[in-house]
């Protein structure tokens, strides 16, 4: 059994490619054309289900104005703490 | 390699692209740092992560179609010629995997081109790639805080993988059909990394609008000031760094300039550096010609932004993207100069544009790379009128109207205007801007929740310890 087609480095001098499974570049080529499509599949729903989940714990937390007021609140006390 | 000679110039050729690399990171970490000080501290991890994904989307892509074209594209294709067969970039061939140069096994391969890519290809592969990550990144500080990561990346991949590494088989490779025709000179990219970037910054930018707060009702715009002035510094110092890199790597660094087919003359050897235009330079000109087109950008712009620090290094940066079309073989103090020239016209331009338009640039992108590099390969066109584009001959000859033709196609044709289509393609699908709440109160803002969760689940269990 051997994975690629280098038995010897005594011939290192006309080797040709030295990684396993010489021939099924092909094949791989596929598979990176289907991972590289598939991750950006995966993200964009990803990305839409984290922008959904957003906006709920926006609404849950009273909506924009207080969240933005709370962080002007708590930026002033960090203020406060450092003066 | 049949002699210690032969096999050092082709070991040296392959570790000299690979040091270039190393340098090149420093570039993307810059950016990252640079666009993280400019964002403000509700939206850092996003876009963080919204430049850092640019590495592996861009590589991916890259390795499966843009080596390939940037070998198959430059006769247009169908401008002067056909697609040109390039079998050692194809995804599938055995030369983009390790390879001793021998005998190949896929037939498309000959012998001699075998030996030729079997040690090259993959640090010129990646020496390439590195200038598509930077092209990508230069848009990506300019739409921070609003724009999808999801769209952003399907963008970096156009501009990254597809639209820069086009310019650059048309006028950044010896044999581009612009310059055969147009005379095209642009040695250390002015216009095939930063104007196409800038340009299609612009395009991205004018369908995305500002971000929210920046323009008042009357449109006055308003300050959005770094987070962290630090992190913005630093980051540019850092892209200064890799800029080396970037210089070094737009050479080859030893070539018998009368050998193959290039000068046609016979019985006689002269071994030099080159641009990649195959004309003879040395890294000593080079490195004048930088360190001088830098301190003119920063000498310049501390001048005209009365001290800024953000302007400062942004104007070093300026500079040398002003200066680097010609930097090859200008004079030191003329590379200065140019750099200085170049930096006051884009300061002026990006403050106008502001406010003429409402394009909120948030690192000044456009500027600093887009008009800078726009300017530099204009510049070049009149500074080096006359010269021979190539050792080649037949060839055009450097011409304003060449080199400013060739600043269009890259700012405006390659740039602006795939940038400007995919942007309203996505828009029209509701993909590119994030939601507007979530914009106002920060893209991180679940991971805020989540850390104020597990900081409150910390203090309780140090209560119970108590």
Redesign the interface.
Same mark, same amino acid.
């Given at each position: 059994m051997a994975t690629g087609?280098v038995d010897t480095w005594a011939?290192?001098?006309? @080797?040709?490619? !030295?990684?396993p499974f010489? %021939?099924m570049?092909?094949i =791989?080529?596929f598979v990176?054309?289907a991972?590289?499509l598939t991750?950006?599949i995966w993200?964009?729903r990803s990305?839409n289900r984290?922008?959904r989940?957003? @906006?709920e714990? !926006?609404r849950q937390r009273g %909506?924009?104005g207080r969240? =933005?007021d709370d962080?002007s609140t708590l930026a002033q006390e960090e203020d406060s703490i450092q003066d | 390699m049949e002699n210690e000679l032969s096999s050092l110039v082709v070991i040296f050729t392959e570790f000299y692209y690979w040091v270039t690399i190393v340098f090149m990171f420093f570039i993307h970490v810059g950016f990252c740092m640079y666009e993280v000080g400019a964002s403000r501290y509700k939206s850092h991890m996003h876009t963080l992560m919204k430049n850092t994904m640019v590495i592996p989307l861009i590589t991916v892509t890259f390795y499966l179609f843009s080596w390939w074209i940037y070998f198959a594209f430059v006769n247009g294709p169908w401008i002067i010629g056909d697609l040109v067969a390039a079998p050692h970039a194809t995804p599938w061939s055995e030369l983009m995997g390790a390879h001793m140069g021998g005998v190949p096994v896929q037939e498309t391969l000959d012998g001699d081109t075998t030996a030729y890519w079997a040690r090259i290809n993959g640090v010129f592969w990646a020496a390439f790639l590195l200038f598509s990550w930077t092209a990508a990144s230069i848009v990506s500080g300019a739409v921070i805080e609003r724009i999808r990561p999801s769209a952003f990346w399907i963008l970096a991949v156009l501009i990254g993988s597809v639209c820069w590494i086009i310019d650059a088989a048309w006028g950044w490779s010896w044999n581009g059909w612009m310059v055969q025709k147009l005379g095209y000179h642009d040695a250390y990219a002015s216009g095939v990394i930063h104007a196409i970037a800038g340009g299609f910054a612009l395009g991205v930018l004018l369908v995305l609008g500002p971000r929210i707060g920046k323009f008042s009702a009357d449109g006055t715009p308003r300050n959005i000031n770094p987070h962290s002035p630090w992190l913005v510094t630093i980051g540019l110092f850092m892209i200064y760094c890799g800029f080396w890199g970037f210089y070094v790597a737009c050479n080859i660094p030893i070539i018998d300039v009368f050998g193959g087919d290039m000068l046609d003359i016979q019985d006689k050897q002269y071994f030099s550096a080159t641009n990649i235009y195959l004309q003879p330079t040395t890294l000593s000109g080079i490195t004048l010609n930088f360190l001088m087109s830098l301190s003119g950008g920063l000498m310049a712009a501390y001048y005209v932004s009365k001290g800024d620090a953000f302007w400062t290094y942004s104007g070093g940066l300026a500079g040398v993207i002003g200066a680097s079309a010609g930097n090859d073989l200008y004079h030191p103090i003329q590379a200065m100069l140019i750099a200085s020239f170049v930096v006051v016209i884009i300061y002026k331009m990006h403050y106008w544009v502001e406010r003429k338009f409402k394009i909120d640039d948030a690192v000044g992108a456009v500027a600093v790379h887009g008009y800078a590099g726009f300017l530099g390969v204009v510049i070049a066109g009149f500074m080096l009128w006359g010269y021979p584009s190539s050792p080649f001959e037949g060839y055009a000859h450097i011409t304003p109207w060449g080199n400013f033709a060739g600043a269009v196609i890259m700012f405006g044709v390659l740039g602006f205007i795939p940038a400007y289509v995919a942007s309203k393609i996505l828009n029209a699908m509701g993909m590119l801007r994030i939601p507007r709440e979530i914009e106002m109160v920060g893209l991180d803002i679940n991971l805020e929740l989540e850390r104020e969760i597990d900081a409150q689940q910390v203090r309780d269990a140090i209560r119970r310890e108590a």
């Open positions: 087609m011939n290192s001098d006309v @080797l040709g490619p !030295i990684y010489v %021939g570049e092909g =791989l080529a990176c054309i991972f590289w991750w950006h993200q964009i990305e984290e922008f989940e957003d @906006l714990k !926006i %909506g924009v969240i =933005l962080e | -």
